[in-house]
């Protein structure tokens, strides 16, 4: 997810301290009323301490059934949602856009402690048991030590496969080593349930989506068609490479990426390739955050048709616009949701169906 890095935090040393021992003594006193008991909602199918292996490159230990977890990161918490997990978090962070409407209610009993990227210190304060993400910069900040600095304090976190997956770096954005497939996905879904034991609730989610992405595939174009995927930035923009969520978008519906040729996530390129390039239709990330220039839906709109160069495009003469939320771009549940858009709006243009 193309993004810019917030200045670190300033906060003292002395507060951070304070907060670190405040914690500890909290999370002893929670697992000693925790010991003996179950927690509600729970199935009593996960054996506890729980490993993850290779978390991302870390085994993360699990001692009992989280319940004050805090999601760093849209795609993480939207899932803990989907799992009927609210009752058991303490806070989000890191938004791109609204939250998906079937979680409205829900995520409203959840505390927002930012709604961008929240700082070590604010995520300490709410004392969690458990942090998840779906990105590693949104969990380490500018701190590649984040993570063991959290399981000092006796605080699991737990990271989006997907994040790391043939990946190289902590950017999100940079190149993958092969392209993202859902299973990938999949396995964080039925990790976190194991991790909450409520893996039927996995289980069932991951069906659903399943069927979903089968339904969006039965109704692909039979012809060629070419697309470009625009998160964000209008003097360079962000156009998706091959191995993101938009190229499994891309392969489901049998779709042509134009820029399917670089392994690069979300590469910069110029107005110039793009209309060297031409596609038939173009996704625009309508973002409601406000980071970069064009985040939103109009102002996209606005530049493609009155900029010199991208005005020539045939997407653009032609207004073959299929709007996708940010979150649709990023490696999530929401990558079902971003295939389904693509084949209805693909359909309404004559294009599929």
């Not at 303490?90 to 998906?100: E, F, H, L, M, P």
């Not at 949104?138 to 997907?162: F, H, W």
């Not at 990946?167 to 859902?182: F, K, V």
Request: net charge negative; proline share 6%.
């Amino acid at each position: 997810m193309p993004r810019r890095i917030p200045a670190r935090s300033t906060g003292l040393l002395a507060g951070l301290a304070l907060t670190a021992t405040l914690l500890a003594a909290c999370g002893s006193s929670s697992s000693d009323v925790a010991a003996g008991r179950t927690i509600a909602g729970t199935e009593g199918k996960t054996s506890y301490p729980l490993t993850i292996t290779d978390n991302c490159g870390m085994d993360v230990t699990i001692e009992k059934a989280p319940e004050r977890a805090v999601s760093v990161n849209q795609g993480s918490t939207e899932i803990l949602l989907s799992l009927g997990l609210a009752d058991r978090m303490v806070g989000t962070a890191t938004w791109t856009d609204a939250i998906r409407p079937n979680l409205a209610k829900a995520n409203e009993t959840v505390p927002r402690l930012a709604d961008n990227t929240v700082s070590y210190e604010r995520v300490l304060k709410a004392e969690p048991d458990l942090v998840t993400a779906s990105f590693g910069y949104s969990l380490n900040g500018e701190d590649p030590d984040r993570r063991a600095q959290y399981a000092k304090l006796g605080v699991p976190t737990y990271l989006a496969p997907s994040h790391c997956d043939g990946r190289t770096d902590e950017s999100g954005d940079g190149p993958r080593s092969h392209p993202l497939e859902m299973p990938t996905i999949y396995r964080e879904i039925t990790q976190l349930a194991e991790i909450f034991d409520v893996p039927s609730r996995g289980k069932a989610l991951v069906a659903e989506l399943k069927q979903r992405m089968a339904a969006a595939a039965a109704a692909k174009p039979e012809d060629d068609v070419s697309i470009a995927y625009w998160f964000a930035n209008t003097e360079l923009p962000y156009m998706a490479g091959a191995n993101g969520s938009p190229g499994v978008m891309s392969r489901t519906l049998g779709l042509d990426n134009v820029f399917a040729d670089t392994d690069v996530e979300w590469p910069q390129i110029s107005w110039e390739s793009v209309l060297d390039r031409d596609p038939d239709v173009i996704a625009l990330g309508d973002l409601r955050r406000d980071q970069e220039t064009g985040d939103r839906l109009a102002d996209k709109i606005r530049f493609l048709e009155t900029n010199p160069v991208t005005k020539q495009l045939t997407a653009v003469r032609e207004k073959r616009y299929v709007v996708l939320n940010g979150a649709d771009m990023n490696p999530s549940i929401r990558t079902v949701d971003g295939t389904e858009k693509l084949v209805k709006t693909l359909t309404d243009l004559g294009l599929a169906g």
